[in-house]
């Protein structure tokens, strides 16, 4: 034998100090390697950038795979190649003496049959047990490319689409019974189109099974064939309801807490939105410019309408138009008798904007964003107003002016403010600073301990300025009393007894979807579950999803997610 191959072999007795050694190296190699306690390693020799190992069954016989009767009556023999895990960095293949066996039951449909070490080799493998279970457990972190860079970093060649289907090969728990606290909730498999099901068993924080759509029938029906559910957590989505209604009629259904949380802050963001302009106060308009100034004669015209309505010229913006158009369109075909499916056909509009549009009493109320919201020009109008009262009324110089600032907007945004100064003997002065509209829904929904001086100050400056938003901050501050004690039995009717009674059309618009589902939020209110554990599923779902880069279908996806070791 060369100098660079090992023989190895039964460990003999320990006579000697260097007996000893060789025995402890024996030692080493069953703990490092103890899927190969099965064999007789008779030589070990490096070959190319890896290690070769040949061996041989130790056992006397192997039981056959059909009928298990035990045979020792060798037919044959062949040499088969096994790649393994690697060793020290460098990939390893077993080069295993393979006897074929007569089986001895006559009755037995095999006749002869190959010899398999346990848990080292299975019929048909080219790799190890311990190799595909390595590779199978990388597939399902890492997916097919990045799963192939790590493997071939730890010295394992393995093809991308290799590794996907060891995944897909992969077996799944069984589940017969769903858990007795289940959440579901939809994630996105293409977002605005393509949407499926998660269910997790919050008590163990696992996904147990994906569905491919999130249709009410498909949850009844799966709760059906996994019958007990005591407690399914949601959100507030009618499907799952009416499935979880009809696939676990016993169950209590809760709806989470951090999607009342989230829908309550959408409504106060569309309240904060729709009242931003009456923080605005600007002083009376000036009787006449210091410096030279556009010439005006008689009294000055009635107060500009809001920003936002109309384009540089004058005219009254399309998006304004065509919102006013459709809102006398649609209130005209409802007052007529038509019903909104009705309405959306004729229009040619969706459902959801026809139900908009009819929930507005006013066109105003759907033009808010438009006349009320921030705009990268604020920072700039006080300086705008100065220069046109000193005399500067040219919008191109103005916006030159600007640039020279840090402005990057556009000539037609200046134009577009200045427009309103033409027909006035000077520009008022600027109202104060109105903090945006998410800083206000902000201020709200944080609990008051936590805001800083300065945002306490300029949310009491607010409230003493908008009575509405005032109202609505105690409704808020309420809500969160009930959500954070649990006190939704005791409670959540009189809030919203109180909401409904109250000048708020944003938050009856919120009560109104509590009293839809008023026994499960009432239940989120007062029970201890959430939904915190499928939300962090739902994460995990778009990582996986963002892994695979669409290359996989659902069923993959659903595999990995069902056993990702995550």
């Not at 769903?178 to 996904?207: H, I, M, S």
């Amino acid at each position: 034998m060369g100098s660079q191959s090992v023989m190895l072999a039964s460990p003999p007795a320990i006579a000697d100090h260097s007996s000893a050694v060789g025995w402890g190296g024996q030692q080493l190699c069953v703990w490092l390697f103890p899927h190969l306690c099965g064999l007789v390693v008779e030589r070990v020799e490096p070959a190319g950038g890896g290690v070769v190992i040949e061996a041989r069954s130790r056992a006397p016989g192997a039981a056959c795979p059909a009928c298990g009767a035990w045979s020792s009556r060798v037919h044959s023999g062949y040499t088969r190649t096994v790649a393994d895990g690697p060793a020290g960095g460098r990939p390893v293949v077993i080069r295993l003496a393979v006897r074929r066996l007569f089986c001895p039951d006559p009755v037995c449909t095999v006749v002869t049959f190959a010899e398999q070490v346990e848990g080292l080799t299975g019929r048909y493998l080219r790799r190890s047990l311990p190799l595909l279970g390595l590779l199978g457990q990388i597939g399902l972190a890492l997916a097919g490319r990045a799963g192939s860079r790590l493997a071939g970093a730890l010295g394992i060649a393995v093809h991308r689409t290799t590794l996907l289907g060891l995944v897909a090969a992969l077996p799944e728990p069984q589940v017969s019974a769903a858990p007795e606290v289940t959440g579901v909730d939809d994630f996105a498999l293409r977002k605005g189109r393509v949407y499926g099901t998660v269910l997790v068993d919050l008590a163990t924080g696992k996904a147990i099974d994906l569905l491919a759509d999130r249709e009410a029938a498909t949850v009844e029906t799966w709760l059906k064939a996994h019958p007990g559910a005591k407690v399914i957590c949601r959100d507030r989505a009618g499907a799952y309801a009416e499935g979880a209604r009809d696939g676990a009629p016993d169950a209590i259904q809760v709806a989470d807490r951090w999607h009342l949380w989230h829908n309550l802050g959408e409504y106060v963001e569309k309240a904060a939105a729709a009242h931003r302009g009456c923080l605005t106060h600007p002083a009376e308009p000036a009787s006449a410019p210091a410096g030279p100034g556009p010439a005006a004669a008689g009294p000055d015209p009635p107060p500009a309408e809001p920003e936002g309505l109309r384009d540089v010229c004058g005219r009254e913006r399309r998006l304004v138009a065509r919102t006013r158009d459709r809102h006398a369109a649609v209130h005209g075909l409802l007052a007529a008798g038509h019903s909104q499916r009705a309405a959306a056909g004729i229009l040619g509009l969706s459902r959801n904007t026809v139900n908009r549009f009819a929930a507005a009493a006013t066109a105003d109320e759907l033009l808010v964003k438009a006349t009320s919201r921030a705009s990268r020009l604020d920072r700039y109008k006080p300086y705008l107003r100065q220069r046109w009262n000193e005399g500067i009324t040219t919008a191109t110089v103005l916006h030159a002016e600007l640039q020279a600032r840090g402005w990057h907007g556009s000539v037609q945004a200046v134009e577009r403010y200045v427009r309103p100064f033409r027909a006035m003997t000077a520009a008022p002065p600027p109202g104060p600073v109105v903090p945006k509209t998410r800083q206000i829904t902000r201020w709200l929904l944080t609990r008051p301990d936590n805001l800083d001086d300065d945002e306490k100050a300029q949310l009491a400056a607010i409230q003493d300025t908008c009575p509405h938003l005032n109202a609505l901050a105690a409704h808020v501050r309420s809500f969160a009393e009930i959500m954070t004690r649990r006190s939704g039995e005791q409670q959540l009717e009189g809030w919203l007894t109180a909401a409904e009674a109250d000048d708020q059309p944003e938050l009856h618009s919120f009560a109104h979807g509590i009293r839809r589902d008023q026994p499960a939020v009432t239940n989120g209110l007062t029970l201890p579950y959430s939904s915190a554990a499928v939300e962090g599923n739902v994460t995990r779902i778009k990582m996986i999803k963002r892994q695979m880069y669409g290359r996989a279908g659902f069923a993959l996806l659903r595999k990995r997610v069902i056993l990702h070791p995550g």
